[in-house]
């Protein structure tokens, strides 16, 4: 069996930019300390969210970076392709988004319309699982 550590240009590309983004998962990891730390405003809600947005950003961005070693041992083109190597990587945005943008303002409880955006990356994230999985069982 012949194998190949070297990672094709789209993975290396994207695995680059992923990188750059657990940056901004660290950031946030100072955040989340001044919240459960009391040192800004904000309801039990809004920190239990704060919580579930920072924690899927981090765990679906690494879970972005294995994704591109596994696509590069696909036969996939075209759009599948796409959508094994970066639907991780785009739930991985609007996952957290959904989460963070549906708790901001002063005292919310609940959260608004833009938890939308948590079943739209949900979706996108099993998408890119399932043609990545296909991909990996079929190829040859």
């Not at 989340?32 to 947005?53: C, D, E, N, Y």
Request: glycine share 14%; net charge neutral.
């Amino acid at each position: 069996m012949e194998t190949s550590l070297a990672l094709s240009a789209d993975s290396r590309q994207l695995a680059g930019i992923l990188l750059l983004a657990l940056v901004t998962v660290e950031t946030g990891g100072m955040y989340m300390v001044k919240l459960v730390r009391g040192g800004a405003g904000a309801t039990p809600f809004q920190i239990s969210f704060a919580r579930a947005g920072h924690a899927h950003a981090g765990v679906l961005l690494i879970l972005a970076l294995v994704c591109q070693v596994l696509a590069d041992s696909t036969t996939q083109s075209g759009f599948i392709d796409w959508l094994s190597r970066s639907g991780v990587a785009v739930a991985a945005l609007l996952m957290p988004a959904g989460f963070f943008f549906s708790s901001m303002g002063n005292g919310r409880e609940r959260p608004n319309g833009l938890i939308a955006l948590v079943f739209v990356g949900a979706f996108v994230l099993a998408a890119g699982l399932v043609s990545l999985g296909i991909g990996l069982l079929t190829a040859g």
